[in-house]
């Protein structure tokens, strides 16, 4: 009976959002019209418009097909490899990849490119490391595996404890950079922005669960890495599909070059590293975050158990990498390409600002702040129909990031703390997933204030944040539990949860959010290093490592004794959880 009542509701509730965000986008435009905030571009209403009415379309056709928690949080195991693959390019493609690092590039150069090469090296270790024992060990989420043969009630808690500070992370840079798309296109106030896509994530994620969330990633990866290589190959035409004249122009043009008040006098400010990340130990600590974050982010790992097998996974990952190294080949010729194009053009600028010496303008007063400079882009090279089908596209990888991270999040309240830590295993599919869907709804809450909160930050640096969390956590967590027979509970719990304060407590301290986010003086972070990974890693991995070895308990004999049948369920599959049938 509740059940039913439960489907009613959300299909009237779905059928009246179709029309509400008609409604509201119109008024939305009248409003900027009006108010003079900024050129409203039709094109890019109506291609926003019908990506999100698509979109609601596919969560309520998903709303009809989630009928258990296993469909809920996983699919129910009916995804193939390659629609995996995609879905997670499509969940890894962010708003910190696309509009982040391509506004990395475009006010630093050669050195924003850190970004690109640390997140896309991660995989190789999923694909070895993770993806075939995690499919193999888990059902719904990493704390699954990680709690196979230890006390699962604390390290579920500690697992979701990482995975709500990572969703958070990771949720602000998404937030922040739809703010700022929706703030361009529409005119309007950034935090009614904010608010509008915090409104449509947890719709996306509390009616549809993972079926709903997988296809908006297909289809916005699909779109994504349509979009990006046409601009790139636009880009590429006009310097004769030369690089080196790209380049060339670029050191031209970048004011950073600008030395002696002679133009590209300069040119290893924007071709040479060190321009960015100028301390060695903060780039080997950002790369550590980078390569190793990416097997800890609980809103990747949740995806290789929507495959039926571990050969599934496997493929997933190997797709998914193919995907995610070509869009980031793009993303540095959209860096480059919004230098050549952009920097002497005053229409992608906020009026009154002054120009450099050699005519360019600086990235920083770019209209909507250098992460709109891929938007800004597409403009230049396809006119106002293709800016409009950019934007679009920029909104979409923003909600399909977003759904998948709501979708971690209420998961590791509802399947991780809910179901395993309070209700001890007895409480009823049922009642998990209305926990979930009410969590979604307070994570989205949450984001929607924090995201208003960092509006100033780079999209990509606060990412990188995130992946710091997850390398220190997540990571050490789910890597020694698996891999190393003396792993025991209490060594988890603690060198786990050592790393996640550490890293917390760091992020807080550095100049990236003490100074910048928080507003204190310039100089005064007591941590002068902007990613703490290295320092966090380290004492996670050396916690696990040193209190496992001296533990000496029952629980422990325990732990060490399961790793035989953990490592032949981990290897073989035997006794793995299957797809569910429909």
């Given at each position: 009976?509740?059940?039913?009542?439960?489907?009613?509701?959300?299909t009237?509730?779905?059928?009246?959002?179709l029309?509400?965000?008609?409604?509201?986008?119109?008024a939305?435009a009248?409003?900027?019209?009006?108010e003079?905030?900024?050129?409203?571009?039709?094109?890019?209403?109506?291609?926003?418009?019908?990506?999100?009415?698509?979109?609601?379309?596919?969560?309520?056709?998903?709303?009809?097909?989630?009928?258990?928690?296993?469909?809920?949080?996983?699919?129910?195991?009916?995804?193939?490899?390659?629609?995996?693959?995609?879905?997670?390019?499509?969940?890894?493609?962010?708003?910190?990849?696309?509009?982040?690092?391509?506004?990395?590039?475009?006010?630093?150069?050669?050195?924003?490119?850190?970004?690109?090469?640390?997140?896309?090296?991660?995989?190789?270790?999923?694909?070895?490391?993770?993806a075939?024992?995690?499919?193999?060990?888990?059902?719904?989420?990493?704390?699954?595996?990680?709690?196979?043969?230890?006390?699962?009630?604390?390290i579920?808690?500690?697992?979701?404890?990482?995975?709500?500070?990572v969703?958070?992370?990771y949720?602000?840079?998404?937030?922040?950079?739809?703010?700022?798309?929706?703030?361009?296109?529409?005119?309007?106030?950034?935090?009614?922005?904010?608010?509008?896509?915090?409104?449509?994530?947890?719709?996306?994620?509390?009616?549809?669960g993972?079926?709903a969330?997988?296809?908006?990633?297909?289809?916005?990866?699909?779109?994504?890495?349509?979009?990006?290589?046409?601009?790139?190959?636009?880009?590429?035409?006009?310097?004769?599909?030369?690089?080196?004249?790209?380049?060339?122009?670029?050191?031209?043009?970048?004011?950073?070059?600008?030395a002696?008040?002679?133009?590209?006098?300069?040119?290893?400010?924007?071709?040479?590293?060190?321009?960015?990340?100028?301390?060695?130990?903060?780039?080997?600590?950002?790369?550590l975050?980078?390569?190793?974050?990416?097997?800890?982010?609980?809103?990747?790992?949740?995806?290789?158990?929507?495959?039926?097998?571990?050969?599934?996974?496997?493929?997933?990952?190997?797709?998914?990498?193919?995907?995610?190294?070509?869009?980031?080949?793009?993303?540095?010729?959209?860096?480059?390409?919004?230098?050549?194009?952009?920097?002497?053009?005053?229409?992608?600028?906020?009026?009154?600002?002054?120009?450099?010496?050699?005519?360019?303008?600086?990235?920083?007063?770019?209209?909507?702040?250098?992460?709109?400079?891929?938007?800004?882009?597409?403009?230049?090279v396809?006119?106002?129909?293709?800016?409009?089908?950019?934007s679009?596209?920029?909104?979409?990888?923003?909600?399909?990031?977003?759904?998948?991270?709501?979708?971690?999040?209420?998961?590791?309240?509802?399947h991780?703390?809910?179901?395993?830590?309070?209700?001890?295993?007895?409480?009823?599919?049922?009642?998990?997933?209305?926990i979930?869907?009410?969590?979604?709804?307070?994570?989205?809450?949450?984001?929607?204030?924090?995201?208003?909160?960092?509006?100033?930050?780079?999209?990509?640096?606060?990412?990188?944040?995130?992946?710091?969390?997850?390398?220190?956590?997540?990571?050490?967590?789910?890597?020694?539990?698996?891999?190393?027979?003396?792993?025991?509970?209490?060594?988890?719990?603690?060198?786990?949860?050592?790393?996640?304060?550490?890293?917390?407590?760091?992020?807080?301290?550095?100049?990236?959010?003490?100074?910048?986010?928080?507003?204190?003086?310039?100089?005064?972070?007591?941590?002068?290093?902007?990613?703490?990974?290295?320092?966090s890693?380290?004492?996670?991995?050396?916690?696990?490592?040193?209190?496992?070895?001296?533990?000496?308990?029952?629980?422990?004999?325990?732990?060490?004794?399961?790793?035989?049948?953990?490592?032949?369920?981990?290897?073989?599959?035997?006794?793995?959880?299957?797809?569910?049938?429909?």
């Amino acid at each position: 009976m509740i059940h039913t009542t439960f489907r009613h509701a959300r299909t009237a509730f779905l059928a009246a959002a179709l029309p509400a965000v008609l409604t509201t986008t119109a008024a939305l435009a009248d409003t900027a019209q009006v108010e003079g905030k900024a050129d409203v571009n039709m094109s890019a209403i109506v291609m926003f418009l019908i990506f999100v009415l698509a979109t609601l379309g596919i969560t309520k056709w998903a709303a009809s097909r989630t009928k258990s928690a296993a469909d809920f949080y996983a699919a129910g195991g009916g995804i193939t490899g390659f629609q995996n693959g995609l879905a997670i390019a499509g969940d890894y493609m962010s708003a910190a990849s696309f509009l982040g690092i391509s506004g990395l590039v475009f006010a630093n150069g050669y050195d924003g490119l850190i970004y690109s090469v640390g997140f896309l090296v991660g995989w190789p270790i999923i694909l070895f490391l993770i993806a075939e024992r995690l499919r193999n060990l888990g059902k719904f989420t990493f704390a699954d595996v990680a709690a196979f043969r230890l006390d699962p009630t604390p390290i579920r808690l500690l697992s979701a404890l990482g995975t709500l500070v990572v969703v958070s992370l990771y949720l602000i840079a998404q937030m922040v950079g739809a703010g700022q798309l929706i703030q361009l296109l529409f005119g309007l106030e950034y935090w009614h922005a904010v608010v509008i896509v915090g409104a449509l994530m947890i719709i996306y994620v509390a009616f549809g669960g993972m079926v709903a969330t997988t296809w908006v990633q297909i289809i916005k990866a699909c779109l994504l890495l349509g979009g990006a290589t046409f601009m790139a190959i636009m880009v590429l035409a006009h310097f004769g599909f030369s690089p080196e004249a790209m380049f060339q122009k670029a050191v031209e043009l970048h004011p950073k070059t600008v030395a002696d008040g002679k133009a590209g006098a300069n040119p290893s400010a924007i071709m040479g590293p060190g321009t960015f990340v100028t301390d060695p130990i903060s780039a080997i600590s950002l790369g550590l975050a980078l390569m190793f974050g990416t097997a800890g982010l609980p809103h990747i790992l949740m995806r290789f158990f929507t495959v039926a097998d571990a050969k599934a996974a496997r493929k997933s990952v190997l797709y998914a990498t193919g995907f995610i190294g070509y869009f980031y080949i793009l993303t540095f010729v959209i860096g480059f390409g919004a230098i050549t194009f952009l920097l002497q053009n005053p229409e992608f600028f906020k009026p009154g600002v002054t120009a450099a010496a050699n005519g360019s303008y600086l990235p920083a007063d770019m209209l909507g702040g250098n992460n709109m400079s891929a938007v800004h882009l597409s403009k230049a090279v396809g006119g106002d129909l293709f800016y409009g089908f950019i934007s679009a596209v920029a909104f979409a990888t923003i909600l399909a990031v977003v759904s998948g991270l709501t979708l971690s999040g209420a998961s590791a309240v509802s399947h991780d703390l809910y179901a395993s830590v309070i209700a001890k295993g007895k409480a009823s599919e049922e009642t998990e997933v209305r926990i979930s869907k009410l969590s979604a709804l307070v994570i989205g809450v949450i984001a929607v204030c924090l995201g208003i909160l960092f509006e100033k930050i780079n999209v990509a640096f606060m990412v990188g944040l995130a992946f710091a969390v997850a390398a220190s956590c997540n990571f050490p967590v789910l890597l020694m539990s698996t891999l190393w027979k003396g792993t025991t509970t209490l060594g988890a719990f603690v060198g786990g949860l050592l790393g996640l304060i550490t890293a917390t407590v760091m992020l807080v301290l550095s100049p990236g959010v003490w100074e910048a986010a928080l507003g204190h003086p310039k100089g005064s972070a007591l941590f002068q290093i902007s990613n703490p990974a290295l320092f966090s890693m380290s004492i996670a991995f050396g916690g696990i490592w040193l209190v496992s070895l001296l533990d000496r308990s029952a629980r422990a004999a325990k732990d060490r004794a399961g790793y035989e049948a953990q490592f032949i369920r981990s290897e073989t599959g035997i006794g793995a959880t299957g797809a569910v049938a429909h």
